[in-house]
């Protein structure tokens, strides 16, 4: 099966066109079209076998409408149906409030980011996922035989999508993406350890070994659990980037968008200027990364896109906007001046645009420690690979309360064994205010949020509390 | 490419069909000859509205219509899959499908089992829940209004700094064709209306959700004491303004209804799920028929609980759904099964196959899960024999690993229980646990058991779900 069909980008453009030249006609001077296309190949393997193979496609168009300051919104799947669509969002604007001194991004030149797209992916067949699967099934039982893929698989697509505008926004582009994630389980002797490990990325991946490897090590590390006599204290906790990644993706990009800051719903709402972290660690949103997961030129309301140091040197410097919360938040008076940091984003065609982070960078100015130089850190504390739960923390506030059965016992800078399970909790603000070591390699993980987190191994001294069964 | 037939206002209704079923059933009828052993073809017309108000100011209104489709085909022993919304090109795609499959099981080991399908009665019918109120009919100031009384009554504190409410309703039509001969279509709706009120005291910030809703239309939402929804959930917020973290450690816990939900969804639900126990990735496996709970223990997952969140009449399979009980006082009677896994470990189906849309591939999923009621009148008779123990409210979500069999879960909110009686408010609590061992140190329930406020929930595909059951006391747990 082919992945991008000939002409798939200039269709989409084409159906971009029809539904602004229907706005036009119906006497509507300001709108948006947004259209996404994706194509993929997918092979599932569940209980050390591949399940099934799947591909297809799917998409559609959003319509966003400006009326006086006033937005409706629709989307829908069929070019032919755009007038009952457009009239759908034209009533819906006359009945929302305005907001003076929105109007849509004007077109502005987008200077593109490079490594986004590679043919070689697209040149992808089923028949070749499914020889990399069985190599990934096969990688798994060379490197421990009683080792299994009890679930995941490998995936590529191509993503159309494209922008057009009353305002002149005119553009489009393809992306490719390639993704392998595998769950490998190793149950013996009545115990059944098993980890998670997924690795993407926007061109072709020749080799899973580094992930394979790494589900298999640690569904190895935390066999035989030993009893460790604490209970409840606050503890040093050297998180993966794995680990970390899930509850920092849950608290961290909700925090720094513009309109939480200034409607007081952030931690760090009312201390722009001011120390928020330790004084080492910045934090840096950049959707200009090249090959970067997040990344392109133009953010999803077509402004284009920028680096945006947020927290530096420990300061609270920037925040996240898109045009419309940026305009509603001034009207409102809550800002004096906001405009859009190219941080506008969808959840697809569905979805107006909001204010989010696109691939987000935690760093230090300190030299970065290698796993092992991290582990000697820690005195009394433990090393947790994944939590579960990351989803139910809470972002407003910053506190969470996890469980990890991924999680090791670490005295005098030694693992001495796995620990069974563990209820580790804190305030994930808190936690990052002082005593914060960063590791060498930035590996980047998804997000519940939005965006793709960009983070190394954390060591967290301070806040965290871990309570082992 | 983007090509598909809309739901436009000629199509608002129960009887309109946008598969071609005659040239599809030729279409299946060839695929079978040549090689497939099943073949099927589902379709998803969704019409949808969902709006948010923020400070009683319309955020957004969204108007949306989605239609989807997915083939299947099994061929020696192995499926092939296509999913798109290209609904012209169902025909084309058959074959290449049927190849999809066919490399698939090429590269399978002789040692690998096939995959084959339990019988199921082969049905040629039309199955609509009506709603007594189409939703597809509510106007935006009549969602407005509703959302509006919600934010009013979840507002108007010097602490509560921001107030959002949400609403989103759903008319889902499916269609499904089958080289078996079934041929059968179906509609429901489900309504949801939500809020989440932000307080904030100095540098504390908090925040609650709250939300309602289930299978059915405007009627549903207009059954709801509104008012009372967004006052409990304001009170809530200032509460845990003023809340202490919670103790850790091993002690009993009471959770209410929404966390009762929560608890069996995670704890007992998931492993049940029988794709995931013939993967070799359920603590459950090879336990159906062991006692795996205490005597008071009975739950059962039901589909047809008509108004909960995860009801629907007929699965993604095109079997007409069932209750399933999963334990009965203490035992494990039943996994849910779609039809491979019900061949695979030889049971009758129970139509437990769920898709998220028509874009996706049926799993073995939950729909409305709860634990039947117990003995104890309420909840003052549960805390009384307590001398310390946590009371959790509300859910903020769970998780498990089936595999290893532990779980966790978040409370909205909680208390302190102290010598009977419960005291201090609380925040911050999860509860987690292996579900071997918790399950059997439930000792107490209430006799009234009902399904809680509605959920989602994820396998790599997301569906809505109710969960519920009475409060429930567990001797032992851990709580963070």
């Not at chain 1, 994706?38 to 799917?58: M, N, P, R, T, V």
């Not at chain 1, 490990?197 to 061109?203: G, N, V």
């Not at chain 1, 993706?249 to 513009?258: E, F, L, M, T």
């Not at chain 1, 938040?329 to 001046?337: L, S, V």
């Amino acid at each position: 099966m082919i992945l991008l069909p000939d002409g798939a980008l200039e269709r989409l453009q084409a159906g971009c066109k029809t539904i602004g030249d229907r706005c036009n006609a119906l006497g509507i001077n300001s709108w948006e079209v947004v259209a996404t296309q994706s194509y993929g190949h997918q092979i599932d393997i569940e209980g050390g076998k591949i399940s099934l193979a799947a591909g297809g496609g799917e998409g559609g168009f959003g319509i966003r409408i400006l009326d006086d300051g006033k937005f409706g919104f629709a989307y829908l799947v069929d070019v032919n149906s755009a007038d009952t669509a457009i009239k759908s969002a034209l009533s819906i604007a006359r009945m929302s409030p305005s907001v003076p001194g929105f109007v849509l991004p004007s077109a502005q030149s987008a200077q593109q980011v490079s490594d986004l797209y590679d043919s070689s992916v697209v040149d992808m067949s089923s028949e070749d996922l499914l020889i990399q699967a069985d190599d990934i099934i096969s990688e798994v039982a060379s490197l421990d035989k009683r080792a299994v893929v009890t679930g995941g698989g490998i995936g590529v697509s191509a993503n159309a999508s494209a922008i057009f505008s009353s305002e002149g926004v005119d553009a489009a582009g393809v992306t490719t993406s390639h993704g392998v994630g595998v769950q490998v389980s190793i149950d013996e002797g009545g115990q059944l350890t098993s980890s998670w490990q997924s690795k993407s990325s926007r061109s072709k991946i020749t080799q899973a070994n580094e992930c394979v490897a790494r589900a298999v090590q640690w569904a190895n590390l935390t066999r035989d659990p030993i009893k460790v006599e604490t209970s409840g204290n606050d503890s040093v906790v050297m998180m993966t980037s794995e680990g970390f990644s899930p509850l920092f993706s849950v608290v961290v990009p909700n925090a720094i968008r513009g309109e939480k800051l200034v409607r007081e719903e952030s931690f760090w709402s009312g201390h722009m200027g001011n120390n928020v972290i330790a004084s080492d660690l910045s934090l840096v949103d950049n959707a200009r990364v090249p090959g970067g997961r997040s990344s392109g030129a133009r953010d999803d309301e077509g402004v284009p896109t920028r680096k945006n140091s947020l927290i530096e040197q420990g300061r609270l410097v920037g925040s996240l906007w898109s045009t419309r919360d940026a305009a509603q938040q001034i009207a409102e008076g809550r800002i004096d001046i906001a405009t859009s940091t190219g941080s506008a984003i969808r959840s697809g065609h569905q979805s107006p645009p909001v204010s989010g982070c696109s691939n987000l960078f935690l760093t230090s100015s300190q030299k970065g420690h290698s796993y092992e130089e991290m582990l000697e850190m820690i005195e009394d504390g433990y090393i947790v690979n994944s939590v579960m739960g990351a989803h139910t923390a809470n972002p407003t506030s910053g506190d969470f309360s996890v469980t990890t059965s991924s999680i090791l016992r670490v005295e005098g800078g030694e693992v001495i064994g796995a620990v069974k399970q563990a209820g580790l909790s804190g305030n994930l603000a808190n936690a990052l205010k002082d005593g914060v070591t960063l590791g060498d390699e930035v590996r980047p993980q998804g997000s519940y949020s939005s965006g793709s987190m960009y983070l190394p191994n954390v060591l967290l001294r301070n806040g965290l509390r871990v309570n082992p069964v | 490419m983007v090509i598909a037939k809309s739901p436009d206002s000629d199509t608002v209704g129960f009887t309109h069909r946008y598969l071609d079923v005659d040239k599809l059933n030729k279409s299946l009828d060839k695929v079978t000859k040549d090689g497939a052993a099943y073949a099927e073809v589902r379709l998803v017309a969704y019409t949808d509205y969902s709006a948010t108000i923020r400070d009683g100011k319309l955020e957004r209104a969204i108007p949306g219509q989605e239609i989807g489709a997915t083939i299947r085909v099994l061929a020696d022993g192995a499926w092939g899959v296509h999913s798109t919304t290209d609904i012209a090109s169902l025909e084309q795609q058959m074959n290449p499908t049927l190849k999809l499959a066919q490399s698939v099981a090429a590269r399978r080991s002789s040692k690998d089992r096939p995959i084959s399908l339990a019988e199921v009665p082969i049905i040629e019918d039309s199955l609509h829940w009506k709603p007594k109120k189409d939703v597809r009919n509510t106007e935006l100031s009549e969602r407005l209004e509703l959302l509006n009384l919600l934010s009013d009554s979840a507002s108007g504190h010097d602490n509560v700094v921001s107030v959002t409410c949400g609403w989103h309703d759903e008319h889902i039509h499916t269609e499904f064709l089958s080289s078996e001969g079934m041929n059968r279509t179906w509609s429901f709706q489900r309504s949801l209306i939500n809020g989440m009120v932000t307080a904030r005291d100095g540098g504390d910030v908090v925040s609650y959700r709250t939300r309602f809703g289930g299978e059915g239309g405007l009627e549903l939402i207009e059954s709801c004491d509104i008012n009372q929804l967004g006052v409990d959930a304001k009170t809530s917020a200032l509460r845990l303004l003023k809340a202490q973290r919670a103790p850790s450690g091993k002690m009993p816990l009471i959770a209410d209804r929404d966390l009762t939900g929560v608890y069996i969804h995670e704890a007992l639900g998931h492993p049940c799920e029988a794709d995931l126990v013939a993967a070799g990735d359920s603590c459950l496996d090879g336990k159906l028929g062991h006692k795996i709970g205490s005597d008071i223990v009975t739950v059962i997952d039901d589909p047809t609980i008509r108004g909960g969140y995860g009801a629907h009449p007929i699965d993604d399979e095109g079997l007409d759904t069932t209750e399933k009980c999963l334990i009965k006082n203490g035992i494990l009677t039943e996994y849910l099964n779609h039809r491979e896994t019900a061949a695979h470990f030889d049971l009758k189906p129970n139509a437990g196959a769920r898709a998220q849309d028509g874009l996706h591939h049926p799993l073995v999923r939950m729909s409305n899960t709860l634990i039947h009621g117990g003995t104890h009148a309420d909840l003052d008779e549960l805390v009384e024999d307590l001398d310390y123990g946590v009371y959790a409210c509300g859910s903020r979500g769970g998780q498990v690993d089936t595999g290893r069999g532990s779980f966790q879960f978040a409370a909205q909110e909680a208390w302190l229980i102290e010598n009977g009686e419960i005291t201090k408010p609380l925040k911050d609590v999860s509860v987690s646990g292996l579900t071997l061992q918790i399950l059997k140190n439930v000792d107490g329930l209430t006799r009234e058991s009902k399904l809680a406020a509605p959920g989602f929930c994820g396998k790599g595909q997301t569906v809505p779900v109710g969960d519920g059951g009475p409060i429930m006391r567990i001797s032992e747990a851990l709580v963070g």
